[in-house]
């Protein structure tokens, strides 16, 4: 096996080490104290209230009992990156489970590259290695399985819009094929700057910060009525074009 592959491996897995401590450090899209809204939600969504937390529920997000904390687009609370995954930290989990799987498929091949495939006196190896690789195909194999299940499983949320634990209620209601939830936009998980930053465990910038997340703050609220009401001054041509654009950030 050329030593270039066994590289290619330590670089997988140190992108999937990357993305495990994003995930697990990174903020899954908690809602704060100050909540509120966004202007497009007073017009045509019903507002809901946290009953833990005491403060606005945007769509599509839950209270979680271990965290304390109502949680933006919460898809579960992962155990393995002790965290919740939702709308802040969906890309860096999403990505850990490709180079995960990725890992985990790659260990296989090689493994069996090895074993099927060398037929020379450089084959014989020492006992104590016969059973370190044993065991790590009995971990390849099983971390490939889980792994697989899970992409499976965001991959449909995504495609579906329906998160893991409102895809359980509709379930028990048996309710998933009346949903009328949309597709997650990619750029809703992996940001605007580019594709070059999609594979990297980057947090990404979103075009519409308060859409993606699904509320807003007085402060934002305010900052981007005063920018509107800057622009508006400027005249009719330009200050149309930008007011237009700003048009979900106006307060009520």
């Known amino acids: 096996i050329p030593v270039s592959l066994s590289y290619l491996y330590c ?7 990357a993305c495990h401590a994003k995930t697990s450090f990174t903020d899954p899209g908690s809602v704060p104290m100050s909540a509120v809204p966004t202007e497009l939600q007073r017009r045509n969504e019903k507002l809901s209230m946290c009953s833990q937390c005491q403060t606005f529920k945007p769509p599509m997000s839950h209270h979680c009992r271990i965290c304390n904390r109502c949680i933006s687009r919460m898809d579960h609370h992962c155990p393995w990156m002790n965290n919740c995954v939702g709308v802040g930290n969906m890309k860096h989990f999403l990505l850990f489970l490709i180079y995960t799987w990725t890992c985990s498929a790659f260990s296989l091949l090689l493994l069996g590259w090895n074993y099927f495939f060398c037929d020379n006196e450089d084959c014989m190896f020492h006992p104590v290695l016969t059973q370190l690789v044993r065991v790590m195909t009995l971990l390849s194999i099983g971390s490939f399985l889980f792994t697989s299940s899970m992409l499976m499983n965001v991959c449909y949320g995504i495609m579906t819009g329906i998160g893991t634990i409102d895809r359980l209620k509709k379930k028990a209601t048996n309710t998933v094929h009346t949903s009328d939830e949309e597709p997650i936009p990619l750029k809703n998980i992996f940001g605007i700057e580019g594709y070059h930053t999609w594979p990297f465990p980057c947090d990404p910038i979103f075009e519409d910060y308060d859409a993606v997340m699904g509320f807003s703050t007085p402060q934002r609220l305010l900052r981007e ?19 237009m654009a700003s048009r979900d950030y106006t307060p009520v």
């Open 225 to 243: 009525q005063m920018k509107e009401h800057d622009t508006s001054i400027d005249g009719d041509g330009t200050a149309g074009s930008i007011s």
């Open 11 to 17: 670089i997988l897995c140190a992108l999937a080490l």
